[in-house]
């Protein structure tokens, strides 16, 4: 199984990106695929989650400003992130897992989110 993000990187306050979570060995249509995040000095956190059937969830923080979609025809999970404020400065997570409670999960290495002031 491999969870490969993608679309990170530097962005200023108030900007956009997207992140690309693409996965392979899972029957991706199937799962759970969450963003998660870290920033620094703090604990891992839940971003937005799909569920299989489309249905998200957000944390507070994020809400109206992030969105999260997948193409199950590409494997790929997406996060749509606008108006970043600095507190979005994280490493960003891909989690997969087939159901909400589960040992079975996967995750991706992570890519580095800095907003700029």
């Known amino acids: 199984v491999q969870l490969l993000e993608s679309g990170g990187g530097l962005v200023q306050a108030g900007g956009s990106l997207r992140l690309s979570c693409s996965a392979s060995g899972i029957t991706f249509s199937n799962y759970y695929m969450t963003w998660y995040r870290q920033g620094p000095g703090k604990e891992r956190e839940l971003v937005a989650r799909i569920s299989s059937s489309s249905n998200t969830r957000y944390t507070d923080s994020v809400k109206g400003r992030f969105t999260i979609s997948r193409d199950n025809a590409k494997n790929t999970v997406y996060l749509q992130m606008n108006s970043h404020q600095a507190e979005d400065t994280a490493v960003y997570y891909c989690?997969?897992?087939?159901?909400?409670?589960?040992?079975?999960?996967?995750w991706g290495q992570g890519t580095q989110v800095t907003v700029s002031s």
């Open positions: 989690n997969a897992r087939p159901a909400l409670v589960t040992s079975r999960e996967y």
